[in-house]
């Protein structure tokens, strides 16, 4: 029997305060050249964004999260990665990952007394 595709995610609660997400997103420098992983940008159970990516990839993320409450991550190991003998999974990087809003719109934090 084998095992299916290996996922992991993260989710961010925006509160539906934000306008857009912005990230670019592919496999650490380090990764192994056939390793291929799906990644995935929901907002409320929503797909916002799709793309699989191998070493040298680059996913431009620029997707609207407009009253948006829960934005997730989701990341899926397709192939590669163990096919020398390895168990070291390549990584996945977002580099200036950003979630904008107008000024008014977005909360502020407030100092707790």
């Not at 595709?5 to 305060?17: F, H, I, K």
């Not at 159970?45 to 799709?50: M, N």
């Not at 997707?63 to 990341?75: E, H, N, S």
């Amino acid at each position: 029997m084998t095992a299916g595709p290996q996922t992991a995610s993260v989710e961010y609660d925006l509160g539906r305060d934000f306008r857009r997400f912005q990230t670019t997103a592919g496999l650490s420098d380090d990764a192994t050249a056939d390793s291929v992983y799906l990644l995935e940008v929901y907002g409320d159970g929503r797909k916002l964004a799709s793309q699989q990516v191998g070493l040298g990839d680059v996913f431009d993320v620029d997707v609207d999260v407009t009253g948006i409450l829960r934005l997730q991550l989701l990341v899926t190991h397709l192939s590669g990665d163990d096919a020398k003998g390895t168990d070291r999974a390549s990584v996945i990087v977002f580099g200036d990952a950003r979630i904008t809003g107008k000024q008014s719109d977005v909360p502020s934090e407030q100092p707790t007394s």
